[in-house]
């Protein structure tokens, strides 16, 4: 299934780690097929529109899944989350891009792995209002926040 001129929801459903905990995008619930195509339609395909290409590498994961690469949050497996990375831009260039607000694109959180090249964002459930845009940095020791401001500061 196509969510956007761009994606389709088989992006958003895989792992090379353990393809066999992965829960095919047709048999998703209702929840997590919309949760995904709110991610796609205010954050990936928005993002992709600026810098080009963007690869999603793990998009919604089974608790199974989640519980196998070692993270305990909820947002992958509501859907309302993604790895990626841009093969195009260095993930610094366009970690600073969506922090100096040069997109449209709309996220809740974001963080930056520079040592990977890549990037994750999430999405609060609608019902949590309004997107925090809040900016955090992975040195290989966890997320750490950082302001919007900071970002281009830090990163400079």
Known sequence: MRISRNFAGTELTV??????????????????????????????????????????????????????????????PLGLAADFYTPRRAAIEVFMLLAGGQTH?????????????????????????????LFYIDRGQGWKPIGELEASVLLA
Do not use: K, W
């Not at 809740?108 to 925090?132: A, K, S, W």
């Open 15 to 76: 792992s090379s780690h353990h393809p066999a905990l992965i829960v095919p995008f047709e048999d998703l619930p209702a929840l997590v097929v919309v949760n995904l195509t709110r991610l796609v339609c205010m954050f990936l395909q928005p993002l992709r529109d600026v810098v080009g290409p963007v690869v999603p590498t793990s998009g919604h994961r089974s608790l199974e899944l989640n519980a196998a690469v070692g993270a305990t949050g909820e947002r992958h």
């Open 105 to 133: 694109a709309t996220f809740d959180r974001l963080c930056l792995y520079p040592r990977q090249n890549r990037m994750h964002v999430d999405l609060g459930p609608v019902e949590d209002g309004r997107p925090r845009r």
